[in-house]
């Protein structure tokens, strides 16, 4: 069973930065896709960050893309997102999401979620 674990998350001044952890464990991680998505109050979860499961291809949403930098290490089952220069607009709980297929992982597909951690930007 696919468990996610996220950490990381605050409240940080606008231009601030802030570096999300999940810790995975279930299945071998290093054979999936791991990413990261968010919801906002009243909006649906979206994705915003996706890594390989051999760590060579990334890809952002366009907001956030120049500002946040997705990793992950494989022998230590974690990823990470770094977030700089945050934005008003990038506060959201942030869900750690993970599939065993790159493509399905942007769309939401056949993707397991972690339980989310908030993460609150102010003016």
């Known amino acids: 069973q696919v468990q996610l674990v996220e950490s990381g998350g605050g409240v940080v001044q606008a231009g601030g930065s802030l570096r999300l952890s999940c810790t995975a464990s279930?299945?071998?991680?290093?054979?999936?896709?791991m990413g990261w998505f968010r919801q906002a109050p009243g909006k649906q979860r979206e994705f915003v960050a996706v890594i390989s499961k051999d760590n060579d291809k990334t890809w952002y949403q366009d907001s956030v893309e120049g500002r946040f930098t997705i990793a992950k290490d494989n022998a230590k089952n974690q990823v990470y997102l770094q977030m700089d220069g945050l934005k008003v607009e990038d506060t959201a709980v942030y869900y750690c999401?993970?599939?065993?297929?790159?493509?399905?992982?942007?769309?939401?597909?056949?993707?397991?979620y972690g339980q989310g951690t908030q993460v609150t930007v102010f003016a």
């Open positions: 279930g299945w071998i991680f290093s054979t999936f896709a």
């Open positions: 999401a993970a599939s065993a297929k790159y493509p399905h992982l942007v769309v939401g597909v056949n993707t397991s």
